[in-house]
């Protein structure tokens, strides 16, 4: 992978209709489930939101088959984030229509499932650095509590080994984004390579990118 973003980068982050990865086909976690009734839906937009969730997928998998940079992966994934959050919104303004609910937290789990797509492949380019370890969750500090503000938890990626790499120093079992201390509980997901963590993802790319400077000056 090279460190510059180069004009093909440019491209997908352009043309950002995502898709997941197909090594995230695991459990549950395959394409994502459409409402069964949305007749009290505009035909053009029960097309627009199932035409939604299949974009996402399919130009993920098209950016990942393209030895992407991680610059690309990185301005990839801010951009999932940013869609994820504008449906999140608009599903919160609509609580009384619960057709439209349920098409628009469909493209949102297209949307998760393109982000695990990702993390996959982050996982597995990180792996061949030797840098290994798993996704461990921490639950949210509201998490199982009804209030109007929830705080889900995240998927972080926990190193099976202890770490060092320029500023980020890891002990065994720390999590990419910060000491395991600083949590008071996690646990194992069935999923390894899921990462749901912004912050663990981020220094994950950070590693990668250095990787890719390190081959452009060799």
Request: glycine share 6%; proline share 3%.
């Amino acid at each position: 992978m090279g460190s510059t973003y180069s004009a093909r980068d440019q491209n997908y982050s352009k043309n950002q209709n995502y898709v997941h990865h197909p090594d995230n086909q695991t459990k549950g976690r395959g394409t994502a489930s459409y409402p069964t009734k949305s007749k009290d839906l505009s035909d053009d937009l029960k097309k627009s939101l199932e035409s939604a969730q299949t974009q996402y997928f399919r130009t993920t998998e098209s950016l990942l088959k393209s030895n992407p940079t991680a610059a690309a992966l990185h301005a990839h994934l801010a951009f999932l984030r940013r869609s994820r959050d504008s449906y999140h919104y608009q599903i919160k303004k609509i609580k009384s229509d619960k057709e439209k609910q349920e098409s628009l937290e469909a493209v949102i789990k297209s949307i998760d499932d393109a982000i695990a797509g990702v993390s996959h492949y982050i996982v597995e380019q990180l792996a061949q650095m030797g840098i290994t370890g798993g996704a461990a969750y921490a639950y949210g500090p509201r998490e199982g509590v009804h209030y109007d503000v929830h705080t889900p938890g995240r998927d972080h990626f926990q190193l099976a080994l202890p770490l060092v790499h320029g500023r980020l120093v890891r002990q065994m079992g720390d999590l990419m984004c910060k000491s395991s201390r600083d949590f008071w509980g996690l646990r194992v997901t069935d999923d390894a390579k899921r990462i749901s963590c912004w912050a663990c993802l981020k220094w994950m790319l950070k590693v990668l990118d250095s990787t890719d400077e390190e081959k452009n000056r060799n």
